[in-house]
């Protein structure tokens, strides 16, 4: 039995001969005549070593060696059928494993949406998430430890060497105190504006620049150019903390407009006009590494389909 040498057609042959238990009609299924088959059969004996069958004029039936081959020889060729359509399936993007990284932000706007579609469009994709913030996520890809991610940036700053797709391109706004005195002077709206003037000197809570240095650099910027500078009071990394510092009294952020739909007690969300330059922005993009895997693309489609023209604040 060392080295035993058969195949997958002649396991096929045995499979049917054991349910006909008769070479005629097994042949026929099989589409070629008996003596073929019989020799076939002889030759899966040899190589195993066993005799699969008891033979008499009248019947045919399975050995003992048969009893045990035939669920064994079943299990392989099921996997053999299978074999193909799960590559092919690969190859098109339809299976495999998606290993997606996300800022926290982009969980207040349509990400939630574009997973719970991709899932039902795409069943046999092993989905596996991981926050992270762009630094993060550029080690991440570094380490070939993700497939795609989310990240932050301020408009046109993609980080260099992707592939990517603008998702979300949005106002930033200003998150401050519940009872901060800027807010006698609010105008009314839907979402409240503010004069540059009554909060320009703020204290801000902010991310580390690290994290999303274009933005950082935006917001510097735009400081600058109203002869101000930034007064850090407090500095973190998830968008959430922020906002629940702001509601501490640590002072006031910057925030995504997305970010509107965290509602935390405490906080109040404003516009902020009479900027001495543009009006803030930011965007998030979907990015990854060229030559990604056709699971990638697949979920690249999805979004690309799915963003429609998300964009606030305009």
């Not at 058969?6 to 008769?22: G, N, S």
């Not at 042949?27 to 005549?33: I, K, N, V, Y």
């Not at 940036?153 to 800027?182: K, Q, T, W, Y």
Request: net charge positive; charged share 20%; glycine share 8%.
């Amino acid at each position: 039995m060392n080295d035993a040498q058969f195949d997958l057609r002649q396991l096929r042959q045995f499979a049917v001969l054991a349910e006909e238990c008769h070479f005629g009609r097994a042949a026929a299924r099989l589409a070629m005549t008996q003596p073929p088959l019989t020799q076939a059969i002889q030759r899966l004996e040899a190589a195993l070593g066993a005799r699969l069958f008891e033979r008499t004029q009248r019947r045919v039936a399975l050995s003992p060696a048969g009893e045990v081959l035939l669920p064994l020889a079943r299990k392989l060729l099921e996997g053999a059928d299978a074999l193909a359509p799960a590559v092919r399936a690969a190859a098109a993007g339809l299976s495999g494993q998606l290993r997606l990284a996300f800022v926290s932000s982009v969980t207040y706007g349509p990400l939630p949406a574009w997973l719970s579609g991709f899932r039902a469009a795409y069943p046999d994709v092993a989905l596996s998430l991981r926050e992270a913030t762009l630094d993060v996520q550029l080690e991440l890809f570094a380490a070939g430890e993700i497939d795609a991610g989310f990240v932050l940036h301020a408009p046109g700053a993609v980080p260099p060497g992707f592939e990517h797709v603008r998702v979300i391109d949005e106002a930033l706004v200003m998150a401050l105190p519940e009872g901060h005195a800027a807010w006698r002077s609010a105008t009314a709206a839907a979402m409240p504006r503010l004069r540059w003037r009554d909060v320009h000197a703020e204290p801000l809570v902010i991310f580390p620049r690290q994290i999303a240095p274009s933005l950082f650099d935006a917001l510097v910027s735009a400081y600058h150019a109203g002869g101000d500078t930034m007064r850090i009071a407090q500095q973190a990394i998830q968008m959430q903390t922020i906002v629940n510092l702001v509601s501490g009294g640590m002072g006031v952020a910057w925030v995504p407009e997305s970010l509107t739909h965290l509602q935390r007690a405490g906080v109040r969300y404003a516009r902020v006009t009479g900027l001495p330059g543009q009006a803030l922005r930011c965007e998030t993009s979907l990015v990854w590494r060229a030559g990604a895997a056709p699971v990638v693309e697949r979920f690249v489609e999805h979004v690309r389909r799915g963003r429609g023209r998300v964009s606030t604040g305009r």
